[in-house]
């Protein structure tokens, strides 16, 4: 089994920037999938963005423009760099990695940005 652990989380003013990695704890080559997802107290994840193995990227209407995910296989590791940060990006971000008959989350990382 592969064990995801997210980092980078933190208090930000609105406006300024964080970059979220998430780290495996073994080769992310084999997953198909690797992504970013939130949750805010009282409501659903929701996905903020995705890159597939072939560097294809996906992000959420919120973030799109603003958030960036990147990969890097070597270390075994994603990347979420969040720009122009607001307050309604207030929550805990999970990472997730997926590949057919398998999938592993992280246990999530608190973002709280100030007004």
């Known amino acids: 089994q592969v064990q995801l652990e997210e980092s980078g989380g933190g208090l930000v003013q609105a406006g300024g920037s964080l970059t979220l990695s998430c780290v495996a704890s073994g080769s992310i080559f084999s997953f198909t999938v690797m992504s970013w997802h939130r949750q805010i107290s009282g409501e659903q994840r929701e996905l903020v963005a995705a890159?597939?193995?072939?560097?294809?990227?996906t992000y959420g209407d919120a973030v799109k423009g603003r958030f960036t995910i990147s990969r890097d296989a070597t270390k075994n590791t994603v990347y979420l760099q969040m720009n122009s940060l607001k307050s309604e990006d207030t929550a805990v971000y999970y990472c997730y990695a997926g590949r057919r008959g398998y999938f592993a989350w992280g246990k999530g990382t608190l973002v709280t940005v100030s007004p």
């Open positions: 890159i597939t193995s072939g560097d294809s990227r």
